[in-house]
């Protein structure tokens, strides 16, 4: 089996954004590059016209190598997002190629529907690619968010017999005050379940500070976004007890 698979999850090593790797949470926050990897739906009710590139060296390895690069655009109703992400090491790398949609509808919800192709590049397994779907819903009312998603729901098979199983997500997005942002997710595929809760405070209109705990494996997060109009600059920090550091870093442009 390659060492990515060793030391991450296939195709799932961090949360779609730099946001979530310091918060964690993110399956009901607004936010496009979320959307990508975790529900379709919350890309809707975003930025009209975004792009970012995010960059990490996974726990510190020496050759482990992690990026994504991603664009965005919402019309009135409807949202479209697609990005490239790639994890690397040694010669042998995962891409996932993917491009999610979403449609605002009546009452507040949302539904999107992602579509990835997901590449293998392993020695004896080059080039070895299957296609993967995804589908989510949100809520939003009165400063509150719900967000529900399956990922790999077509059960994907390489041809070396790997099977990637469906997980499934529900999340909540909750507001206080304005500053303030609290987060909770719950996750669950057919192994493990783990439980994923996250903070955002803006300290300043230009600037928000995150934290965030998630409990399989247990780790600790937390984070920092600097905002200068339309750049936004995004530093994560990931604490793993046994794997160790793992920093984070992003930028992006936004246009309302």
């Not at 664009?71 to 891409?95: D, N, P």
């Not at 392993?122 to 779907?133: L, N, S, W």
Request: glycine share 14%.
């Amino acid at each position: 089996m390659s060492l990515l698979i060793v030391f991450v999850t296939a195709f799932e090593f961090f949360p779609a954004s730099v946001r979530t790797a310091g918060m964690a949470a993110g399956c009901a926050v607004a936010d496009w590059q979320n959307g990508w990897a975790l529900n379709p739906a919350v890309t809707a009710d975003d930025q009209r016209l975004a792009g970012s590139i995010i960059y990490a060296q996974p726990f510190g390895l020496p050759g482990l190598n992690f990026a994504r690069a991603g664009l965005h655009y919402r019309a009135k109703m409807f949202a479209i997002t697609s990005g490239l992400q790639v994890l690397s090491m040694e010669g042998e790398q995962e891409f996932d190629l993917g491009a999610v949609s979403a449609i605002n509808l009546p009452g507040g919800w949302s539904a999107g529907f992602g579509l990835h192709g997901l590449i293998l590049n392993q020695r004896g397994y080059t080039g070895d690619f299957v296609g993967a779907f995804d589908f989510g819903i949100g809520w939003v009312g009165a400063g509150l968010r719900l967000g529900m998603a399956g990922q790999h729901l077509n059960f994907p098979r390489f041809s070396n017999g790997d099977e990637l199983k469906p997980a499934f997500r529900f999340g909540l997005c909750w507001t206080p005050a304005a500053p303030l942002l609290l987060a909770l997710d719950v996750e669950k595929d057919a192994e493990i379940e783990r439980f994923l809760a996250g903070v955002e405070y803006n300290l300043l209109p230009e600037l928000a500070l995150r934290a965030g705990v998630e409990t399989f494996p247990f780790s600790l997060r937390s984070g920092l976004s600097l905002r200068l109009g339309g750049l936004g600059l995004d530093y994560g920090y990931h604490y793993h007890p046994q794997l160790g550091d793992t920093h984070i870093l992003g930028i992006n442009l936004r246009c309302n």
